[in-house]
């Protein structure tokens, strides 16, 4: 039997193979990430984040392998993007996928906190903890988003002493803890 997300696996692990040869920190978040962590999760694109000060003086042979794996993109665009510390897409036309690059972390600490987990069968790559999981659903349900929210509490019902201390930490950074008080407050965390 196949892995529903067994269509993601080549164009990941081109991805990995070139920003491991090209020495650059990465890990995938997003509907992977959260799935790694056991939310369920349809997914429509690859978040992947990655060091982009590391990437920088290699530019030029990740174009070349990012051309070399067959992904559509305009070199201008990923310049600037890394440049910038911005996102750019990714197009893989063979499998349908869209690919979002974030040259920069989403959340303080992230790269230190990643864990390398098996996605494909006999394939290991890092992706978001799970608490950094937590922090950008916090995030994303500060800017209003109620299935982050939703996510967040299921998720903060398994969540270990040192992942809160994190979690508040990152909260109050970021000035949410307001927020993280309601979603644990809240008694029903299927109504949110």
Known sequence: MTSPIEFLQAPIEHLAALLRRLGTRFHLSGDIA????????????????????????HLEAFLQGLRGAGFVFQDRMVAEAVDDSEMFALLDPVHCLKLNIHTHSQVWGEFQRSVTVEVF??????????????VLNLVR????????????????????????????????????????????????????
């Open 34 to 57: 959260r799935l790694a962590w056991g939310e369920p999760r349809s997914i429509h694109e690859v978040e992947v984040v990655l060091d982009g000060d590391e990437l920088r003086p």
């Open 121 to 134: 069968a006999g394939q290991m790559l890092p992706v978001a903890s799970r608490v950094d999981v937590m």
């Open 141 to 192: 349900a500060g800017k209003g988003c109620r299935e982050s929210r939703h996510e967040l509490g299921r998720l903060l019902d398994q969540v270990t002493a040192d992942e809160f201390e994190i979690l508040w930490e990152q909260a109050r950074m970021n000035r949410l803890t307001d927020l993280l008080e309601e979603v644990l407050e809240e008694s029903d965390p299927i109504s949110m």
